[in-house]
């Protein structure tokens, strides 16, 4: 049988806000010790908030790395220790205005698993109620409200590039239509 | 009109292979400056490689983070100034022992806009001719060959979590059934 893989330890090296630098040393079956830096953001959520049987809410801000609006679901992280659900209602209430009377949890994956230590839940919201909370103060947000087809349709012709939107819309449309 | 948002300058904080963490400042439409982390990794490849009309190819290789095996596509991150088409067709062949004759371009995307600086090209990889490279030497790599359906079921059910892989494969299953 071959050898597995031994966590030796874990060092950090940055921290600002919420997101810290580590490195984590590894000795791999042939026992070569490997050194991987992970960015640790912990629990990030999205959720596609239909306001009616056809309608969804997105939500529109820049980006500094796209230095661009990016179109996307309301989302964000979590608070430490906040349940991945209780984050997605207040980041609907934060960014989108409304609270969901029905929160389904959909599906959860990795945006970056060799060195982002985020996973990332998505659930899709419905029963919306007007409900807003105060964003964060570098968040300066436009909404729109489109067909779902049309959010659909934006997935998959590259006009939502932001991951957990994208993969959330997308699993919706291929888990619906099976 | 409101003000933009303007860059104010970035500083490299943190080095290690590929990888690069950087500061990066902004000033907000209202004139407060915020200081962004930036994890830079470039572009990134996953490849969906049908080995026949029905089958693709899926390996496993050990994640650190998940600290367990993780079923993906063939895919990972592109070298300095290589195309995101030719790091498709070098993954195919270190990751999955194949060349495809035909690679065609389905998304693109980030994984992580808010703190990750890297860009995900998905492709799906046709007339696979056997064709090895060798692999990185930290990856110890399982192969299977699953129906595609069986790939989309296992990225629906949360079988698959890697985001690259789960998106290339939800955006073919949602294109192909509009």
Redo the contacts between chains.
């Keep these: 049988m ?1 050898a597995p ?1 031994t ?1 030796l330890g874990t060092t950090n ?2 921290r ?2 919420k ?1 810290t ?1 580590r ?2 040393t ?1 000795r ?2 042939d026992g ?1 010790e ?6 640790a ?1 912990g629990v ?1 959520v999205g959720v596609l908030p239909f306001v009616d049987d056809d309608r969804v809410l997105l939500i529109g801000q ?6 661009e609006v ?1 179109w996307e679901l309301p989302g964000g992280g979590a608070l430490p220790g906040e349940d991945p659900l209780a984050a997605a209602q207040r980041e609907l209430r934060e960014e989108g205005g409304y609270r969901a009377g029905e929160l389904t949890y959909l ?12 996973l ?1 839940y998505c659930y899709v919201g419905r029963g919306l109620t007007v409900d807003p909370l105060p964003a964060d ?2 968040e ?1 947000i436009e909404r729109r409200i489109v067909p779902i087809t049309e959010a ?1 349709r934006m ?2 012709a ?1 006009d939502i ?3 957990i939107s ?2 959330t819309i ?2 919706w ?3 619906a ?2």
Tied chains: 1, 2.
């Design positions: 071959r893989w966590p090296v940055y600002r806000g997101l630098l490195e984590d590894w791999a079956p070569v490997h050194v991987y830096p992970v960015l953001a990030t820049h980006r500094h790395l796209l230095r990016s599906t959860r994956f990795w945006p970056a698993n060799a060195y982002l230590d985020e990332a103060d570098d300066f659909v997935a998959l590259g590039t932001e991951g994208k993969m997308l699993h449309a291929a888990a239509r099976r």
